[in-house]
């Protein structure tokens, strides 16, 4: 009996414990991702001009082309993600019942409008 | 030792890819768009022949969420590999020309696959766990959020390809 039951209570755990890292990931990653963005905090910048790869934000050097953040927010955004989710696998499982589902798509939604702010120059130019 | 580069120009390649890149968010947009009308929108039993629009719907979702999230990120790493050559070759002459609010709009799609990127861990789980009565408000919207958002991207991508390729 106990040898039928395991693997499936394992199974169980192993499921409970995915959608606890995923809710908590879904959750915390728009939220990183705008402050990351607005607060200027790529992990990395990238010129694509000269292959250049610098750490943290670095503006554009003169006649070397532009830089690229979007790499470096979205290494910042999936490295604190998983950390948080990856906590989240670690609390009760009544603590992940409590979180509000609708924050997932809700959040992405709400934040839309502050990266659409943040590329007013786009906008108004 | 010959390259494909003997045989075609560098734009060319580029051009392929991006070709590639839409194909794939064709694919993308049509099992999403399938998914998203079968949850929002599930069709009723009819007595007779049902028609276009209830059979469109009438899928089962879950057998699509799989596909759906590898269609997403194969999908979004050839775009952000295509990227890099867009930010030298495509926006550059657009701003020299005003095209600001066309890239605008370009920024805000790569900002919209990001933060579908990062759902995509909690729609895969809610799928697999289709049965659950607890995550079918959220696997509803999330679904249909994802299905907006590649909406969103798939038509600013065509603009702007449509505006300046690689050609």
């Not at chain 1, 200027?40 to 554009?60: E, N, V």
């Amino acid at each position: 009996m106990t040898a039928v039951t395991e693997p499936r209570a394992q199974a169980g755990s192993a499921t409970a414990s995915y959608a606890a890292f995923a809710i908590v990931f879904a959750i915390a990653a728009p939220v990183i991702y705008v402050a990351s963005e607005l607060g200027g905090f790529p992990l990395f910048t990238y010129h694509p001009g000269t292959g250049r790869i610098d750490f943290g934000f670095a503006a554009a050097r003169t006649n070397e082309g532009p830089a690229m953040y979007w790499y470096g927010w979205l290494a910042t955004t999936l490295i604190g993600a998983a950390i948080a989710g990856l906590a989240a696998t670690l609390l009760p499982r009544n603590v992940i019942g409590r979180i509000p589902l609708f924050l997932i798509w809700l959040l992405p939604l709400l934040v839309l409008p502050i990266l659409a702010y943040a590329l007013m120059p786009f906008w108004t130019r | 030792m010959l390259s494909m580069f003997d045989f075609l120009s560098v734009n060319a390649v580029w051009t392929i890819q991006l070709i590639v890149h839409g194909l794939l968010a064709v694919a993308l947009l049509g099992a999403l768009t399938h998914q998203a009308m079968a949850v929002a929108a599930p069709a009723r039993q009819v007595a007779g022949p049902s028609g276009f629009v209830t059979r469109f719907r009438n899928v089962h979702g879950a057998s699509y969420a799989t596909a759906i999230c590898v269609l997403w990120v194969v999908t979004f790493i050839l775009g952000a590999w295509i990227y890099t050559k867009y930010r030298i070759s495509i926006r550059i002459p657009l701003e020299r020309n005003g095209y600001f609010r066309t890239l605008g709009f370009f920024e805000l799609k790569e900002h919209a696959a990001a933060l579908g990127l990062f759902i995509l861990p909690a729609y895969w789980a809610f799928w697999r766990d289709a049965k659950n009565p607890a995550y079918d408000s959220a696997r509803k919207w999330i679904t249909v959020l994802l299905a907006a958002m590649c909406w969103f991207s798939f038509l600013v991508g065509h603009v702007l390809n449509n505006v300046r390729g690689f050609g």
